[in-house]
């Protein structure tokens, strides 16, 4: 049995992969496209192309790998290797990763929520580390949740514990491929972020975003609204506020379940920081659970973008651990 292990961070835009060797140091890192549009069986192939040219540049084979952890979004069917549905990823249905990865690589596999896995990379290895309750949001392309309680990560009956990103904020909002509308993660996520501006732009306002981008809406990112509020634009400033409070009120009921004493905020978005979290706070700080909320300190990840693949493969790891002592 080979003493590496692999972690996979499956992301709407990129597929993320690292090898560790037993202390989990770093020995290779490999970033693919996702190319979610063209569907489930393609995605795979472009994981398994990451995976096998990751290995070959670091001049490993299949068999010095003990097994390998993928970070996975959307609701999944972990005992059985299935992601279940994905609402960011198109022609993605009952899809049986572990079954088709084990298949193809040869490699004990085994899947957890993107989240999750992003919780256990800084809880063990970042800004979580040495506390016992604690929540991880991942602002991405959508928006997830994972939490450990009393020094125990929480998976409920289905694995869904934590998707806070399909928390109910509107009766009738925006449509969400969960099947019902107005989730948390419709409006703050790099999709809903950019809805929002949007809207406001197709609504009549001008914002300097449009000369850098020629009037092509579907050209702004992410990094484009941080660098328009830094300027001063009142339409980037808007879309920051309202996203930065909507995420507020949705951790307020977080604080009521879960009684976090830290919340790690990860994934892209999270670069947009204090421009974001400062409307966050504000909302927290006149809505929250008064002694909850103090006893809770709100940080950035620290391990940035590694923390789902070093979580993926610890994930790995203790689950194949249990597995070999039952």
């Known amino acids: 049995m080979g003493n590496y292990y692999i972690g996979c961070d499956l992301g709407g835009t990129n597929i993320k992969t690292s090898v560790f060797d037993g202390s989990f140091r770093k020995i290779g890192e490999k970033r693919t496209p996702t190319e979610v549009a063209y569907g489930s069986e393609h995605v795979l192939s472009r994981i398994h192309t990451n995976i096998t040219e990751l290995l070959s540049e670091t001049n490993l084979s299949v068999q010095d790998i003990r097994c390998m952890g993928m970070g996975v979004p959307g609701i999944l069917d972990i005992e059985n290797g299935i992601s279940r549905f994905s609402p960011n990823f198109p022609k993605w249905e009952e899809v049986p990763i572990v079954a088709w990865m084990e298949n193809h690589l040869g490699i004990p596999t085994c ?39 009393d020094g125990r990560v929480i998976y409920g009956a289905t694995g869904s514990a934590g ?17 019902s509308s107005g989730c948390l993660g419709r409006y703050v996520s790099a999709l809903g972020i950019l809805r929002t501006f949007r809207e406001k732009v197709e609504q009549g306002r001008h914002s300097i975003i449009c000369e850098w981008v020629e009037d092509d809406l579907d050209a702004v990112t992410a ?20 996203t930065g409070e909507l995420l507020g009120y949705g951790l307020c009921a977080v604080f009521s379940l ?14 947009m ?33 590694a923390a789902g693949m070093i979580g993926a493969a610890v994930c790995a790891k203790e689950h194949f651990d249990r597995k070999l002592s039952r």
């Open 111 to 149: 899947i957890d929520n993107d989240a999750r896995v992003n919780l256990y990379g800084e809880w063990k290895f970042g800004a979580g580390k040495n506390r016992k309750n604690v929540l991880m949001i991942t602002l991405g392309t959508g928006l997830g949740g994972a939490a450990a309680v």
């Open 163 to 179: 998707e806070i990103g399909h928390i109910n904020m509107f009766r009738e909002g925006r449509p969400c491929r969960c099947g």
């Open 223 to 242: 990094d484009l609204l941080s660098r328009a509020y830094d300027e001063g634009d009142p339409v980037a400033t808007e879309t920051m506020q309202e």
């Open 258 to 271: 879960y009684n976090p004493e830290i919340i790690i905020v990860g994934g892209g978005m999270s670069n």
């Open 273 to 305: 920081g204090d421009r974001l979290l400062q409307y966050t706070k504000d909302v927290l700080d006149s809505h929250a659970l008064r002694i909850p909320y103090g006893a809770c300190t709100i940080v950035t990840a620290v391990l940035g973008d």
